[in-house]
T-cell receptor, first 113, second 116 residues
Framework: DAGVTQSPTHLIKTRGQQVTLRCSPK?????VSWYQQALGQGPQFIFQ???????QRGNFPDRFSGHQFPNYSSELNVNALLLGDSALYLC????????????FGPGTRLTVT | AQTVTQSQPEMSVQEAETVTLSCTYD???????LFWYKQPPSRQMILVIR??????QNATENRFSVNFQKAAKSFSLKISDSQLGDTAMYFC?????????????FGKGTKLSVIP
């Protein structure tokens, strides 16, 4: 049973650039959530996708956008990168009727220089 | 907004001993879920145990159990017979009821070190 996978593992970008992170949900799951985890902090909710639509959004600027594909995989895009965007980005998947019970991937470590 | 508080930034325990991690939360809901996640140095966030608020019985998963005090809004995690592999960050989390339960709100975490 394949768990949640994310790519890439690590990424280094320069301020002002754009980045795309990818996530494949756990087998059988149809809902994907994204979280940002700054060093020494708990994860912060960015948004959740279901049926290719953004279902809910946390307190993040419009520079953060996402997409969900028909196979339930998802992308997180961040434009105009800032130094403060350096963090671990976690993807979590769930079933739509148990959206609170989320299973996490290993994360992508983004460093902005 | 939902708040989840973990008051112990760091803890340590001797191998084979028992340790309890604390968590308090704030909610106006009557039925909700609570979770403990483990994040080892490998970074993978692993679901350790879940508790449904309407169930009075405390959840147990092998060496992990919770002490759920609904009136006090307290949800502590007890790890028995601690093992070196238990060394990790532990996060308490709960869905934000004001956000329709999709969004997990996490505490700041407790760094647990198991000492051989």
């Amino acid at each position: 049973d394949a768990g949640v996978t994310q790519s890439p593992t690590h990424l280094i970008k320069t301020r002002g650039q754009q980045v795309t992170l990818r996530c494949s949900p756990k087998s059988g799951h149809d809902t994907v959530s994204w979280y940002q985890q700054a060093l020494g902090q708990g994860p912060q909710f960015i948004f959740q996708y279901y049926e290719e639509e953004e279902r809910q959004r946390g307190n993040f600027p419009d520079r953060f956008s996402g997409h969900q594909f028909p196979n339930y995989s998802s992308e997180l895009n961040v434009n105009a990168l800032l130094l403060g965007d350096s963090a671990l980005y976690l993807c979590a998947s769930s079933l739509v009727d148990r959206a609170h019970e989320q299973y996490f991937g290993p994360g992508t470590r983004l460093t902005v220089t | 907004a939902q708040t989840v508080t973990q008051s112990q930034p760091e803890m340590s325990v001797q191998e084979a001993e028992t340790v309890t991690l604390s968590c308090t939360y704030d909610t106006s809901e009557n039925n909700y879920y609570l979770f403990w996640y483990k994040q080892p140095p490998s970074r993978q966030m692993i679901l350790v145990i879940r508790q449904e608020a309407y169930k009075q019985q405390n959840a147990t998963e092998n060496r992990f159990s919770v002490n759920f005090q609904k009136a006090a809004k307290s949800f502590s995690l007890k790890i028995s017979d601690s093992q070196l592999g238990d060394t990790a960050m532990y996060f308490c989390a709960s869905p934000d009821p004001g956000a329709g339960s999709y969004q997990l709100t996490f505490g700041k975490g407790t760094k647990l070190s198991v000492i051989p």
